[in-house]
């Protein structure tokens, strides 16, 4: 059977190409025209996986053409690796962190963060020519050999594979460890213990839980976050101001302030003016941290959010948007259901609280720095008592005028596992919104069985 | 018969069984029930055309015709596709208007349904990846004992005790039945303990979505009597069961949104 590659049409070039640049983190510039010269040419070649037309992405044969945006996400999303290849070519330092967490005191002390999920993005960008199946084949056998090589089962442990096998060149693994998920904290644990012990390792101790309110904490998590910069300018051998850290903060709340802005532009719309794969990966560059190049994300966001300004003021409705979708807001960490054929099932997804959290905190411009920073880390809303996630989510279900909830935890995600059914039950109870929790194994294909709980609670709907 | 009757058709391809139910005028006309084979598109249509033999009908005389089950995915001959949760749900209340809670416990997969008195899912949940106490489970169970999948329930009927079963895992539980064999355990005993077993597994899905009566079985499980009696002792409740073939209650449900969905389409009126 043979593969059919999807190809951006000529039609749409001439608006493209009047679309703004994207600028970098190391000042340099790609125009439009050779973004879509990448987009038509080169990527289809490197990455055919990513431009197949079937049922997992779809079977569209098209993607939001006209949505520039959307076009310069997926630029990015194709040319990570190289991105971070060429980072570390030119001596860019690189660390390996927790999903979940913002990335100000890194971009202070001019290291690239990398989440698990990125990780395994940079490793799948490696190998160039792979269809869908082969791309997926290859993360299966990381995450395959990871199990044995860990010897327990978790969601996320590529990051902890690639360091060890030496695949990437990740110069530190500086984790906030113990916030929101478990499996980081295992992968940090087998780390200390690996074979390979040349990548420095170094914990950002977050506070257990709930301990926002107690200053000591605050003061403990401001002490880590110092320590954290200074094992980082241990490897960059830089030195790392407080006004450095002030100023990334300053960047990164514009991204957050963004991120923010742009979502709630989006569920203002009468009609959704993306889909849903669309409006993640928009909001998504709010943390600035998604492309692993902060000014990248902060310039396709700001022409982002000019856009679907556009699209709300004129009532255009998203790519394969169907009229009336039911709106899904989707909870849990590192997890999401297949946008295309939620969409084809009637359903859109307008939310998910997973990166939303920290994306909607801003950190104090004033001050401390590393206080400022510690003291609205231990105030994420994803990262508090069950009550006070729960009813911060009813709050964002009520802004995305969602007509249900599906609780998603991965296989192995033992946290998130466990917090699913008493934050659901609050939901229900508090709002009377349909709810369903579904377990999803991390990183497959073969989602039928997945598909077919998400159908069947859309056709609830 | 006249041409100008209305026939409409439900095709339920599952993971171990395809099957079809033809509705004339609202009631069940034909229906058709065979093994499902590795194609899904030929199993639905051989379902069918067994349904439109026994009708007398021809393909075209369908009005309209919904797919449900996991071949619905690929089932070119339907107008539309729906999941068997909704379905199930359909045909429940298309047999017994009073159901409100449905166990379906079906080839790979078991469901708790909660439904309104339209036959409308208002809660659902269903067993994990894992096709522990599903039909598959006893079809290897019944490999084990050498025994006929349809005689499994009648012998944990007829136990003396009830051996606990530390695995649910279909592929773990065939050893730990083959080590209870050689420790001596009476085989329907050991049935009867994999039968309450996958009964509690139910129960646990209950306690998300909730019990309200009547509680109907439907699924080619339903067929076992000594699974309704050990669902009936772990949920504390009495099962109705459908007045024919339980596994044709995904393809009744399909065939009655058929008629729905023509009617809302304008392809007939009632």
């Known amino acids: 059977m043979g593969t059919q ?15 703004d640049n ?9 125009t439009p025209e050779e973004i879509w010269h990448y987009l038509t040419v080169e990527g289809p ?14 079977n569209r044969a098209s993607r939001d053409e006209t949505l520039p945006t959307s076009l310069k996400t997926h630029y990015l999303g194709l040319t990570f690796s190289d991105r971070m290849e060429k980072a570390k070519d030119r001596g860019k330092s690189i660390a390996f962190i927790q999903g979940g967490q913002a990335v100000d005191p890194y971009t202070a002390a001019d290291t690239i ?8 993005q940079w490793y799948g960008g490696l190998e160039h020519g792979n269809d869908i199946n082969k791309a ?21 442990t590529g990051g902890y594979e690639h360091v060890q096998e030496g695949d990437l060149r990740i110069d530190v693994i500086a984790p906030y460890t113990v916030l929101r998920c478990s499996d980081v904290s295992y992968g940090v644990e087998a780390h200390r213990h690996g074979p390979k012990k040349d990548v420095k390792l170094f914990n950002v101790d977050y506070p257990l839980r709930y301990q926002a309110d107690k200053p000591w904490a605050i003061e403990y998590f401001a002490q880590n976050l110092r320590r954290l910069v200074g094992t980082l300018d241990e490897v960059t051998g830089r030195v790392t101001t407080e006004e450095d850290v002030t100023k990334a903060i300053q960047l990164h709340n514009e991204g957050r302030r963004l991120g923010t802005e742009l979502a709630e532009l989006w569920w203002s719309a009468d009609v959704p003016p993306t889909n849903s794969a669309d409006r993640a990966s928009l909001v998504a560059l709010g943390n600035l941290e998604v492309h692993g190049d902060v000014q990248a994300s902060l310039s396709v966001l700001k022409e982002a959010k000019k856009f679907i300004a556009e699209r709300v003021r004129n009532g255009v409705k998203g790519h394969a948007v169907i009229d009336n979708p039911k709106r899904i807001f989707i909870l849990g960490s590192c997890v999401g259901i297949n946008g295309s054929r939620s969409e084809d099932a009637g359903a859109i997804v307008v939310g998910r609280d997973d990166q ?16 400022n920073l510690a003291k609205t880390t231990l105030e994420y809303p994803y990262e508090q008592s069950i009550e006070k996630r729960a009813h911060w989510t009813i709050e964002q279900i009520r802004k995305s005028r969602a007509d249900g909830v599906i609780f998603i935890h991965n296989w192995g995600c033992n946290t998130q596992a466990a917090v699913a059914r008493p934050i659901v039950d609050i939901i229900k109870r508090e709002t009377g919104i349909p709810t369903y929790i579904h377990e999803l194994e991390l990183g497959g294909l073969q989602h039928e069985q997945e598909q077919n709980r998400v159908n069947a609670f859309i056709e609830m709907l | 018969m006249s041409l100008s009757e209305n026939f409409f058709a439900g095709v339920d391809v599952g993971s171990l069984a395809a099957k079809a139910v033809i509705l004339k005028d609202g009631e069940i006309f034909a229906t058709g029930l065979l093994k499902s084979g590795v194609n899904s598109v030929e199993s639905g249509l051989s379902a069918l055309n067994l349904a439109l033999d026994a009708a007398g009908l021809k393909k075209e005389d369908l009005t309209y015709i919904v797919g449900t089950g996991y071949g619905r995915v690929s089932a070119p001959y339907a107008n539309k596709a729906v999941t068997e949760i909704t379905c199930h749900a359909k045909g429940a209340n298309y047999l017994h208007p009073t159901v409100r809670t449905i166990i379906d416990m079906g080839g790979q997969d078991c469901k708790a349904i909660r439904i309104d008195e339209n036959g409308a899912v208002v809660d659902f949940a269903m067993n994990d990846k894992c096709a522990a106490g599903t039909g598959r489970f006893l079809e290897v169970m019944a490999e084990v004992f050498k025994v006929k999948l349809e005689d499994l329930g009648a012998i944990a009927l007829s136990a003396t005790d009830t051996v606990p079963m530390s695995s649910t895992c279909t592929v773990f539980a065939e050893s730990e039945t083959i080590s209870l064999i050689a420790r001596g355990e009476k085989p329907e005993n050991i049935l009867n303990g994999i039968h309450h077993s996958i009964a509690n597994r139910i129960a646990g899905l209950f306690s998300r979505v909730g019990i309200t009566s ?8 339903a067929k076992n009597s000594g699974m309704k009696s050990a669902i009936e002792q772990a949920l504390k409740v009495t099962i109705v069961r459908p007045e024919i073939d339980p596994q044709l209650i995904g393809a009744l449900g399909a065939a009655v949104l058929a008629r729905s969905f023509a009617k809302k389409e304008g392809l007939w009126a009632a």
């Not at chain 1, 070649?45 to 037309?53: A, D, M, R």
């Not at chain 1, 084949?137 to 010897?151: G, V, Y």
């Open chain 1, 136 to 156: 997926n084949l290859r993360r299966r056998k990381s995450k395959e050999k990871a199990f044995h090589d860990m010897s327990f089962e978790a969601c996320q």
């Open chain 1, 5 to 19: 590659l999807f190809r951006y049409s000529e039609d749409n070039k001439e608006k493209f190409l009047e679309s």
């Open chain 2, 214 to 221: 009547d509680v109907f079985f439907s699924g080619g499980v």
């Open chain 1, 45 to 58: 070649e490197k990455y055919p996986g990513s431009f197949e037309v079937n049922l997992y992405q779809g």
């Open chain 1, 356 to 371: 939303w959290s920290h994306c909607t905190s801003l950190v104090e411009e004033e001050g401390d720095p590393y206080y």
């Open chain 1, 22 to 30: 994207i600028t970098f983190n190391d000042g340099s510039v790609v």
């Open chain 1, 113 to 120: 963060a990398l989440r698990p999920g990125l990780v395994n």
